[in-house]
């Protein structure tokens, strides 16, 4: 192949996706170029997308100011080396773009993975930047290819916000709502607190009408609420608001309802990406970003190097094993196929028991 095609999307108009081809770059010293062969699209890098200038996930594969290429997780071939330790043919997992092909400069290089130290990344946040070697897996990830693309980084930031709220006794909650509850890392969140082994948190789910028979059907929390219902919630329950939705209403209403109740607030995602964001007063605590790669690091520093990633592959693993049965994987292939489907993503059109996965070759 003699061309690199990326679908880009326009930064400021997320439902607005073009087709680019451009001649195939060559890797320069210390460079490797790889064939992006499938990833997954989920409401996950619709949150990439909308906190992209934010956090900076814009940066990561840079094109334009106008114009953006969303990250996505998924594996990869290497088709040119011109890096020490890495060999054409060898094969990938990690962070890539709606892309064809990429570029990386390997750094840090081990028997398991390596970083992209590229410059333009190095002030990113360092989670993003580490790539598996695909070889050195273990049998059990191994035999888990769409799923770890699918649910492993969502599951992951459920792990990590199980343990943040562990870590912090909760809160003093006795109830967690999860916002958006149909979603993948609200599944993961749900799956922890529900199976751990000292449950003490009821488990609520708040979700649309329209999604509240599969969320259900998950058969992981106490009860389901609806948006519509969240002024039914028993008042004087000290409550963690843990919301993927992003949704200023959805928070607003809690707020308004619960009050001095609201003992946590943070937001994880914004799968109602195009909603108005919370900006107000509000009586109970504070609504606040969660930064993943934040607890992290802490729990580096706790555990040590390595660790934390360690247990929340294994936490990815397990609660994976439990949700591929619940969803029906979509194989696409081609750039048109890679637009459609993220037009559909945007506009809320892709059924929450779908997992989709893309080629764009």
Known sequence: MTDLIQ?????????????????LPVPAEGEVLVAIDRFALTANNISYAVTGDVIGYWGFFPVDAEWGLVPVWGYGTVVAANAAGLAVGERLYGFFPMAS???????????????????????????????????ADPPEIAAMGDERCLFFPLFATSYILADYLEDNANFGATRVLIGSASSKTAFGLAWLLAKAADKTLEVVGLTSPGNAAFTESLAL?????????????????????????????????????????????????????????????????????????????????????????RRAQEASARIAADARTLLDVRHDRGPEAVRDAWVEMVEGRTPPSIGVMLSVV
Do not use: C
Request: a neutral charge; aromatic letters at 8%; charged letters at 20%.
């Open 221 to 309: 929390y106490d009860r389901v609420v609806t948006y519509d219902q969240i002024d039914a919630l028993e008042t004087g329950v000290p409550t963690a608001l843990v919301d993927m939705s992003g949704s200023g209403a959805v928070i607003g209403a809690v707020d308004d309802h619960l009050g001095e109740d609201v003992v946590l607030s943070t937001i994880v995602g914004a799968t109602h990406w195009d909603a108005r964001r919370h900006k107000g007063e509000t009586r109970g605590a504070t609504p606040t970003f969660f930064f993943a790669p934040a607890q992290f690091g802490k729990r580096e520093q706790d555990w040590g190097p390595g660790v934390v990633m």
């Open 101 to 135: 092909h990429v570029v990386l400069q390997p750094g840090k290089v081990t028997d398991g993975s390596f970083v992209d130290v590229a410059a333009h990344r190095r002030a990113l946040p360092g989670l993003y930047n580490l790539y598996s070697r695909v070889a």
């Open 7 to 23: 679908i880009q999307v326009g930064r400021k108009a997320l439902r607005t996706a073009r087709i680019e081809t451009l001649g």
